[in-house]
């Protein structure tokens, strides 16, 4: 029975001694830093043990540049072109007749008579020419109107009379002529050029990496409540955890309940950085609560200053007991 007591302590204490593993997943081609068996408090002897660990899954890059330039122009030109040309013309012409009648015999005269004479032939002519113009000019930007109009004003005026004993003849005729020319030409020019250049560089000192914690419950049969089921207070300070699923394999320790939580890195710094943590498990029928203890804080700044320095390539197979 002596025997048992000293067996159970030590098998007690090693189940729950803190250490650190890193290893690679070839198959996601994740490098993967943890730790285990991190107990949260000391007691020996306890009904319940509970282990808070963190972990690192990191992805790392070969390096590569990704340039990607490119140019988009929208050159359009429309010419618009609005010509009228209007053309009127007018014309008279009189014919007109005028017979002239002898007056009668005068008694001063003695009875001889006076014939009248017709006028003499005459003529008369004349033309007229009168020319507007109006033009108007528009610019902008990317728009260029141009507007006018043209008038040409003819006007023929021409007279002849003809006279013959006592018949006179006269002939008129008036024409005008009027040639207008209405112009309206649009140019509108709309030209964009935007060049686009990204750049984006990775390096694989610049992995990108998600941040676990997880615990270890035994015994195993502790069923969680859904959503948060882990709040960790650090230094008053309450971070809430939902259960989630790493990216790479894991296998539980026999006889403990290992469930993950993906948290930032800063709840990780937290804790390391911590006067006083503590822990609350949420279960269907119970709750769990513990202080972490000196020692337990310590592991996570051992794993902080380990880890969260300048990384090492993803590539890298290491593994590595404390």
């Known amino acids: 029975m002596k025997y ?19 290893r ?11 730790m285990r068996g991190n107990a949260v408090a000391g007691t ?11 972990v690192r899954e990191s992805k790392g890059f070969v390096a ?7 140019f988009t122009t929208n050159y359009v030109v429309t010419s618009t072109t609005n010509l009228t040309v209007t053309t009127s013309g007018n014309q008279q012409i009189a014919l007109l007749t005028n017979a002239v009648a002898a007056p009668a015999p005068s008694a001063e005269t003695n009875g ?17 020419t009168a020319t507007t113009r109006n033009e108007s000019l528009s610019t902008a930007p990317n728009q260029t109107v141009r507007s006018g109009s043209i008038q040409v004003v003819t006007s023929l005026n021409s007279q002849a009379t003809i006279g013959k004993d006592s018949l006179s003849i006269t002939s008129g005729t ?5 040639v207008e020319t209405n112009y309206l030409v649009t140019t509108l020019t709309n030209q964009v050029v935007t060049p686009v250049t990204n750049t984006v560089v990775k390096t694989s000192e610049n992995p990108v990496a998600d941040y676990y914690l997880y615990t270890e419950i035994a015994p195993a049969d502790f069923p969680l409540a859904p959503g948060e089921s882990l709040i960790v207070l650090a230094d008053g300070v309450r971070y809430g955890c939902m259960v989630a699923t790493p990216l790479t394999a894991w296998e539980s320790r026999r006889g403990f309940l290992t469930t993950y939580y993906k948290v930032a890195p800063e709840v990780i710094v937290a804790i390391a950085n911590a006067k006083e943590a503590k822990l609350r498990i949420k279960g269907t029928t119970g709750t769990l609560e513990r202080k972490m203890n000196g020692s337990s804080r310590a592991n996570f700044r051992k794993f902080l200053l380990k880890n969260f320095g300048p990384s090492q390539q993803a590539g890298e197979t290491k593994s590595s007991n404390s």
């Open 4 to 22: 048992f007591w000293v067996f159970l302590f030590v098998a007690s204490f090693a189940g729950c001694s803190s250490s650190r593993v890193s």
């Open 24 to 34: 690679y997943d070839e198959f996601e081609k994740v490098k993967v830093d943890k």
């Open 44 to 54: 020996v002897f306890a009904r319940t043990i509970v282990c808070l660990n963190a």
């Open 64 to 70: 590569q540049t990704n340039v990607n330039v490119s």
């Open 112 to 128: 001889i008579a006076v014939i009248a004479t017709a006028p003499a032939n005459s003529g008369a002519s004349g033309v007229t």
């Open 174 to 178: 008036n024409e005008v002529s009027t």
